[in-house]
């Protein structure tokens, strides 16, 4: 935790060049998860070859260490800062699916540009109460510190564990529930295969569950990277109830509208993540015998 606190002390400039040593570290030196990131790539993209597959993975590790950096420099930073280096597109389309913030929202989005500083920019520009669902880490130090980010401007980070009592607990107050679900659901958890980039995919269904259960509107975002420590957010409609319960069209319009953003800006989704790591058709085989 020590190395955190004085790495997010380190003004922008030098915050960088530490960056670009982290990343020769981590693809040259450590080779880290260098084999998945590839593999990622080569699945999501087959038309591109052997160099264009290491283009594409070299500048996913420049910007998985400049994200990391700027993480951990969120600490110290104010609102002020977030305004500067966060700008919303269309803060009017969050207005208008919550009735002028009378019904809370569901925001989904995914693991590109930077998901944590999108959270902060949401809150200071719009000054709105976020509370974004999580998956604790394994690594608590890191769980710890990724916490205390979340809620340093009055977020209340929720674990999926008690997500949903507490989003049905409160559902009269105005929130935006902010749900990243674009990692892979373990076996024991609920999921829905659908084809996502390339791949059969096991998807989260819990954000489609709560809408169904709630009546909230479903919102996409979208986070680019414009410029180094810039990055601009777009708001999309993915749906507004009432919602069909027998179907996964809230579901399927996300995964959807999340290839899209990723097929937009490549190189900063979190190809590090073993994204597509069950398969489907072992598991219906041990599902039959």
Same mark, same amino acid.
Request: a positive charge; proline letters at 4%; hydrophobic letters at 40%.
């Given at each position: 935790?020590?190395?955190?606190?004085?790495?997010?002390? /380190?003004?922008?400039?030098?915050?960088?060049?530490? #960056?670009?040593?982290?990343?020769?570290?981590?693809?040259?030196?450590?080779?880290?998860?260098?084999?998945?990131?590839?593999?990622? /790539?080569?699945?999501?993209?087959?038309?591109?070859? &052997?160099?264009?597959?290491?283009?594409?993975?070299?500048?996913?590790?420049?910007? *998985?260490?400049?994200?990391?950096?700027?993480?951990?420099?969120?600490?110290? =930073?104010?609102? %002020? !800062?977030?305004?500067?280096?966060?700008?919303?597109?269309?803060?009017?389309?969050?207005?208008?699916?919550?009735?002028?913030?009378?019904? $809370?929202?569901?925001?989904?989005?995914?693991?590109?540009?930077?998901?944590?500083?999108?959270?902060?920019?949401?809150?200071?520009? =719009?000054?709105?109460?976020? @509370?974004?669902?999580? +998956?604790?880490?394994?690594?608590?130090?890191? @769980?710890? /510190?990724?916490? @205390?980010?979340? $809620?340093?401007?009055?977020?209340?980070?929720?674990?999926? %564990?008690?997500?949903?009592? @507490?989003?049905?607990?409160?559902?009269?107050?105005?929130?935006?529930?902010? =749900?990243? %679900?674009?990692? $892979?659901?373990?076996?024991?958890?609920?999921?829905?295969?659908?084809?996502?980039?390339?791949?059969? #995919?096991?998807?989260?269904?819990?954000? &489609?569950?709560?809408?169904? =259960?709630?009546?909230?509107?479903?919102?996409?975002?979208?986070?680019?990277?414009?410029?180094?420590?810039?990055?601009? *957010?777009?708001?999309? &409609? *993915? #749906?507004?109830?009432?919602?069909? +319960?027998?179907?996964? #069209?809230?579901?399927?319009?996300?995964?959807?509208?999340?290839?899209?953003?990723?097929?937009?800006?490549?190189?900063?989704?979190?190809?590090?993540?073993?994204?597509? +790591?069950? !398969? *489907?058709?072992?598991?219906?085989?041990?599902?039959?015998?």
């Amino acid at each position: 935790m020590i190395l955190y606190r004085l790495l997010s002390w /380190l003004p922008f400039p030098v915050l960088y060049a530490t #960056a670009q040593i982290a990343y020769l570290l981590l693809y040259y030196v450590a080779g880290y998860r260098k084999a998945v990131v590839r593999e990622n /790539l080569g699945k999501a993209f087959p038309e591109k070859n &052997e160099k264009e597959i290491t283009v594409l993975a070299k500048k996913f590790y420049l910007q *998985l260490a400049q994200v990391a950096l700027e993480i951990v420099k969120a600490r110290r =930073m104010n609102k %002020a !800062d977030f305004r500067q280096r966060v700008k919303i597109v269309n803060p009017e389309l969050m207005q208008r699916c919550s009735n002028d913030y009378q019904d $809370s929202v569901i925001l989904l989005t995914i693991h590109q540009g930077n998901w944590e500083w999108m959270l902060h920019g949401v809150t200071c520009a =719009m000054n709105i109460p976020i @509370d974004p669902v999580y +998956k604790p880490l394994h690594n608590k130090t890191v @769980d710890r /510190l990724i916490f @205390d980010i979340r $809620s340093q401007f009055g977020s209340r980070p929720l674990s999926m %564990a008690r997500a949903t009592r @507490d989003i049905l607990r409160r559902r009269r107050e105005f929130r935006v529930f902010v =749900m990243v %679900a674009d990692q $892979s659901p373990v076996r024991r958890e609920r999921s829905y295969w659908t084809e996502f980039m390339n791949q059969q #995919a096991a998807v989260y269904t819990g954000a &489609e569950t709560i809408a169904k =259960m709630t009546q909230f509107p479903v919102l996409f975002a979208q986070c680019r990277r414009r410029s180094r420590g810039h990055y601009e *957010l777009e708001f999309h &409609e *993915l #749906a507004r109830p009432p919602y069909d +319960k027998d179907s996964h #069209a809230i579901t399927d319009s996300y995964v959807r509208m999340a290839e899209q953003a990723i097929r937009s800006e490549p190189q900063s989704w979190l190809w590090s993540n073993r994204r597509w +790591k069950r !398969d *489907l058709a072992q598991e219906s085989k041990k599902h039959v015998t």
